[in-house]
């Protein structure tokens, strides 16, 4: 199925950012004031005003492309994400785009958001979060069941090509859990010894503590996901902020380092708060050919304002990236300076 990119603009604006890299900018495209799209994500009037991006609820790398500022000039890397946006089935929201393509800003005018028009088996409903299979090009797009409302969540699996053009492979039912699912928003795929596993964590509304879980997970050719019956199991805990739901997003880099944001969410205004921590290892061993070594969380950056939900390392490893979900102020993008808690950088 061809796919539509809905391009947008924003104007230049200033945020109140904690520990976070790179300005708030424009998208390339077409200048000055934009129509609204059938997306919903653009919106403008006479006075040139356009809206934020819609809400970034997962995010995932996926390519560093090169690019001319100025014809002749010095080629700038920008980085490419997969994000999903976390819309539901409904009368409102049932046609607007699940997934875009979201780029590095090279100049002022900022980050390029292009919705994308994906081919679903079914409508995806509550879509928070996307898990990245190391070293292929493939990702798990994971609904969240959603406290419940959804009675049959399932995963996605995503594939792309050289291009980036993106196409659902397959898809599965959400395995048997070690406890009952709630409200995931953070997912991850590691690969040990040669083997996936999936790893997920519970958001845990009204708890500074969750549970992070793994099991073997096998991806076939055809886009099958056969998921393990076993799990391990390994507590987290999020200290900062106060209040948070202690995991809104994942991703584990090539070490088998596994990074968990922590969010705190009282409302569509805000305000809101955020953390990003290292939570765990993962490393060969035990009955499932890897296991789960907690660790004393560490803290390695806030961003006070913003609501992450996104959490994604360059190709397995640093520097790491957020996506944000800021309700109604929009979605975001941003390269995290991580530092250790006595203020040097961490690596």
Not at 151 to 175: E, F, H, K, Q, V
Not at 258 to 274: Q, T, V
């Amino acid at each position: 199925m061809p796919r539509r990119f809905l391009t947008r603009r924003l104007l230049p604006a200033a945020a109140g950012l904690a520990v976070l890299a790179l300005p708030v900018g424009a998208l390339d495209g077409a200048t000055g004031a934009s129509a609204a799209g059938a997306d919903g994500q653009v919106s403008g009037s006479d006075h040139g005003e356009v809206r934020a991006p819609r809400e970034f609820s997962g995010i995932a790398w996926l390519a560093t492309r090169k690019r001319a500022t100025v014809p002749g000039g010095d080629e700038e890397p920008r980085e490419v994400f997969l994000v999903c946006h976390d819309t539901r089935d409904n009368d409102a929201e049932r046609d607007l785009p699940r997934l875009s393509l979201v780029r590095t800003p090279v100049d002022p005018r900022g980050i390029d958001v292009r919705g994308l028009d994906v081919d679903f088996p079914g409508v995806p409903n509550d879509l928070e979060s996307i898990a990245r299979v190391p070293g292929r090009d493939e990702a798990l797009l994971v609904e969240s069941n959603a406290d419940g409302d959804d009675p049959d969540p399932t995963i996605y699996l995503a594939r792309w090509d050289r291009r980036l053009n993106i196409r659902i492979a397959g898809s599965a039912p959400w395995p048997g859990t070690p406890r009952p699912l709630v409200n995931v928003e953070a997912t991850a795929v590691a690969t040990v010894g040669g083997h996936h596993y999936f790893v997920y964590a519970e958001r845990a509304e009204g708890s500074d503590t969750t549970l992070v879980s793994m099991t073997r997970l096998r991806i076939s050719r055809s886009g099958r996901l056969t998921f393990g019956t076993e799990w391990v199991s390994v507590p987290f805990t999020a200290a900062q902020p106060p209040g948070a739901r202690p995991a809104s997003g994942m991703d584990i880099d090539d070490a088998g380092n596994l990074y968990i944001s922590a969010a705190y969410d009282p409302g569509d205004l805000g305000p809101f708060d955020s953390a990003v921590y290292r939570a765990a290892r993962i490393r060969p061993g035990g009955p499932l050919g890897a296991e789960l070594v907690p660790m004393r969380p560490q803290l390695l950056a806030r961003s006070s304002g913003l609501k992450v939900e996104g959490v994604a390392l360059v190709d397995g490893a640093f520097p790491i990236f957020i996506g944000d979900d800021d309700e109604d102020y929009g979605g975001l993008l941003r390269q995290l300076r991580v530092t250790a808690p006595e203020g040097r950088p961490a690596g």
